[in-house]
């Protein structure tokens, strides 16, 4: 009995060290200017909310990446990929994002500065030019954070001009999304509900109705995450009634131990606090690309005889066994080379297959689904990096492979893997 209590007491000697082994990270981004959007669709408070949560977030003793105002996909991507790198196993990582979301076949997306004013029947090119909530998350689980955090104020009305009667994506707010396992969600507002971006006449506050509520109940020392879901519900709800208008956040678990994960710890003013890293807004005059303008192609040509298509990866029984090297001979040895030093980066990979089906996107020679041939098939697995773009063909280098194009419905990020030499 005496020996179960030491035991119990080095474990709470443990415990304290153990806990701040890991580390909590936020990445925070707030787009008010839509450089292709016409002035109805500008927002005036993201930055401010953005802002906002950052230095909140950093009191939390949370180290911030900030984003504000113009952040195109490209920015947006190239920094992301950045803040993923920096988690590790055992993290806290959250993502804040104020600005416009549209909700397109059940899955939310959140819209960079440069998203091109899209019209009815181009989901596709809604879809490839914007940045999939789920993509997000998925990268940060990848990465090991043991809690991934979103939190969402982009409810707002359908930035896109209608055709008729159609529009991209639902009218107002956001899809009913399941979280993956260890990610808990926090929107602005329920499914298909308007968040308010402020009060209606004058309204002092420079925050959202959601994000002044989100940031005075994060200070709370110890709420955990489910308490934070409620509290913020009631607290937004009893605002938006005031008006009146129906806006109830909805949140959503798939965190074990909930309860226990707080963002405000009781310590947390004794955190070291690290500067948010901010992106200045860049000169809105001359629009930026995303990639760089792929290089022309010819008229497509029809091969007649395409080569045999190959399979990437390659299955594992195709593999060849490695050769035995040759026993070393002695005073023959060269000097021993250095250790490389490995390097990860951030790759893209297929999406929307069907498991129950081929389960595999057709990597092409030319950016078309007719012409030219395949040159291979892209299983779940496979990683590439995007380095051109011709409508809605996105050209494509796979992480040790060739180079093609990809249909840009098919593609998603991130993965984090080793970069190949």
Known sequence: MRRIGQVWLLALFLWPACAQAAERLAFVVGVGAYQNLGQGAQLARPPA??????????????????????????????????FADQVQPGDTA????????????????????????VEAGQEMLARSRSLAETDLSAALRQRGARVVVMVIDACRNNPFSRNGTRAIGQD?????????????????????????????????????????????????????????????????????????????????????GARFVSLASADAASLPAAAPV??????????????????????ALVIKTPPSSIVYPPPASTLMRPQAAPPPVADALPPPEPTPVARFG???????LDPAGDNWVALRSLPSGQTG?????????????VIGRQGIWVKVKLRGGPVGWVHGDYVGCCRRALVEP
């Open 172 to 256: 107002t707010g956001l899809a009913r999304t399941e979280p993956a396992d260890g990610v808990f969600s926090l929107y602005a507002a329920g499914a298909g509900q308007q968040a308010l971006e402020k009060l209606p006449g004058s309204d002092p506050n420079p925050n959202s109705v959601f994000t002044r509520i989100f940031v005075q109940q994060i200070r709370k020392p110890g709420l955990n995450l489910i308490d934070l879901g409620e509290s913020v519900r009631d607290e937004v709800a009893k605002l938006a009634e005031t008006v009146p208008h129906k806006q109830v956040p909805a949140y959503y678990n798939e965190v074990r």
């Open 49 to 82: 909310d953005a802002q906002t949560v950052g230095d909140t977030l950093q009191g939390l003793g949370f180290r911030v990446t900030l984003l504000s105002n113009a952040v195109t996909q490209e920015t947006f991507l190239r920094r992301f990929s950045i």
């Open 278 to 299: 901010t992106v200045s807004p860049p000169d809105p005059s001359p629009p930026q690309a995303i990639l760089p303008p792929p290089a022309q192609t010819k008229p």
């Open 346 to 352: 951030m790759f893209s990979h297929p999406i929307r």
């Open 94 to 117: 959250l993502v804040y994002f104020a600005g416009h979301g549209i909700a397109i076949q059940g899955t939310n997306y959140l819209l960079p500065s440069d998203i091109p004013a």
């Open 373 to 385: 041939y395949r040159i291979a098939k892209l299983g779940p697995d496979s990683l590439f990096s």
